[in-house]
């Protein structure tokens, strides 16, 4: 998903992350009835679905003709090899993936992933043809300790590191608002996202172009959606809850589609 020239308008995405959601059943059902929904939507429609529902969802996109991308919730770094339970970008591409979360705080934080690994997979990810959406963001603690700024540039430095900005996005999931619903107030959020977008320009060389789109995430609903897309810098959604049922996730498509018009 190559990011247009800069005098172009950003896209506006809304991704959603089934987690542990799904089943083969369960997803198709959700694509056909979001399909028939978005025909006019302008924006870019994202789905990271389990791995067992990527080779039917992909298939049923294609089927459908919906501009809407399939995708996964990670991978490893590796090519291939013995790692049992593991996944490699390939054959989640071969699956008909065209994206991948990597880094995402439940991976951080309860598979204890660092930033080094989380690099090696982007990597990967792009070597394979797969787009890495790169999540960063921080705890509570860090937040009340002053240190937001400090860990989104450490993870996003390293997350990065030797990584053309042009073919990744970015997720700023603040720890504490993921599925907690607590979320950002649109100015923390415009605020963490500024400074992302300091940081990218930074580790791009300031590269035209170079600043991938930033998509916020933590407890994003059509209550709130509103206010955080109208922030400048909120390039779109990485929409965990709220993705699980088509009409939530097709009301926040709306309103996203309100920065697109
Ligand atoms: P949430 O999850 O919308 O349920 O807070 C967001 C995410 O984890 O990506």
Known sequence: MPRKAASKKRDVIVTGNWKMYKTIGEAKQFIENLAAQ??????????AVPFTALFPAAQLTKHLNTSIEIGAQNMNDATEGAFTGEIAAKMLKDA???????GHSERRHLFHETSAFINRKVKRAL???LTPLVCVGETLEERKAGRTEEVLERQLTESLEGVDL???????????????????TPSEAELAHLFCRKVLEKVGGKKEGSVPPILYGGSVKSE???????QSAVDGFLVGGASLEPKSFY???????????
Do not use: R
Request: some cysteine; glycine content about 10%; charged content about 15%.
């Open 38 to 47: 978005i025909q006019e939507s302008q924006v870019k429609i994202c789905l």
């Open 96 to 102: 008909g993936a065209s994206f991948v979360i990597v």
């Open 127 to 129: 070597k394979d043809g």
């Open 166 to 184: 042009s073919l990744v996005q970015i997720g700023y999931e603040p720890v504490w608002a993921i599925g907690t619903g607590v979320v950002a």
């Open 224 to 230: 709130n959606a509103k206010e955080l897309i109208a």
């Open 251 to 261: 009301e926040i498509i709306q309103i996203a589609g309100t920065k697109v018009l």
